[in-house]
């Protein structure tokens, strides 16, 4: 099994910034993704960023030159920088891991960490 917790998230201003960090533990597969997520009110869960073990990095059109992913894998912890951050960025952020592994896919989540912009 595997824990993820995310911190970092926040009440900022339009045009301001975070750090949002996701520490995972427990079993983790060697081979995998690391990937944050997002959901606004009445909407549905969106992929914002997400970064393999091998460093290859893909964003959504809508974050792309604001967030930055990086990982650690010493420490098991994927970060994602969020600059110049609009209202509509306002959205529970998840932290997710998924590993392929012999044809298996292994899903797991955080509980996620409040990110509120205001105009």
């Known amino acids: 099994q595997v824990q993820l917790v995310e911190s970092g998230g926040g009440l900022v201003q339009a045009g301001g910034s975070l750090r949002l960090s996701c520490v995972a533990s427990g079993s983790i597969f060697k081979i995998n993704t690391m990937n944050w997520y997002r959901q606004a009110p009445g909407k549905q869960r969106e992929l914002v960023a997400g970064?393999?073990?091998?460093?290859?990095?893909n964003y959504a059109d809508s974050v792309k030159g604001r967030f930055t992913i990086s990982r650690d894998n010493a420490k098991n912890t994927v970060y994602l920088q969020v600059c110049s951050l609009k209202p509509e960025d306002t959205a529970v952020y998840y932290c997710n891991l998924d590993s392929f592994v012999l044809g298996t896919k292994y899903d797991y989540w955080g509980q996620g960490t409040q990110v509120t912009v205001s105009s």
């Open positions: 970064i393999d073990s091998g460093g290859s990095i």
